[in-house]
Nanobody
Framework: QVQLVESGGGSVQTGGSLRLSCAASGRTFSRYAMGWFRQAPGKEREFVAAISRSGVIKYYADSAKGRFTISRDNAKNTMYLQMNSLKPEDTAVYYC?????????????????????WGQGTQVTVSS
């Protein structure tokens, strides 16, 4: 079991930046592949970015490429999402998620069904 707590959300203007954090409980954080998802009002939860257990492999949704950077610090049991050049369409609740599936692949990382554990979410609002 792992518990996830997101932080770092807030309100910014177009072009601004935010850094989201996802703090995980327990000593086995490095066993979990991690991902960021977001959900805007009236829309389905969508994939943003994923990172492998070691942090070497990263994968981004097209909407995030070139603007967002996912990273993790296994010593601190924390994952991050650096978001730059924010747009109003980035407005959503952002969730972090974890999976201990040994068969995890980056191809499966985009699906919410891949992940066993979810945080409560943090609101990001980008105004024009």
């Amino acid at each position: 079991q792992v518990q996830l707590v997101e932080s770092g959300g807030g309100s910014v203007q177009t072009g601004g930046s935010l850094r989201l954090s996802c703090a995980a409980s327990g000593r086995t954080f490095s066993r979990y592949a991690m991902g960021w998802f977001r959900q805007a009002p009236g829309k389905e939860r969508e994939f943003v970015a994923a990172i492998s257990r070691s942090g070497v492999i990263k994968y981004y949704a097209d909407s995030a490429k070139g603007r967002f950077t996912i990273s993790r610090d296994n010593a601190k049991n924390t994952m991050y999402l650096q978001m730059n050049s924010l747009k109003p369409e980035d407005t959503a609740v952002y969730y972090c998620a974890a999976t201990s599936d040994p068969n995890y692949t980056i191809a499966g990382a985009i699906s919410t069904r891949t992940y066993d554990f979810w945080g409560q979410g943090t609101q990001v609002t980008v105004s024009s």
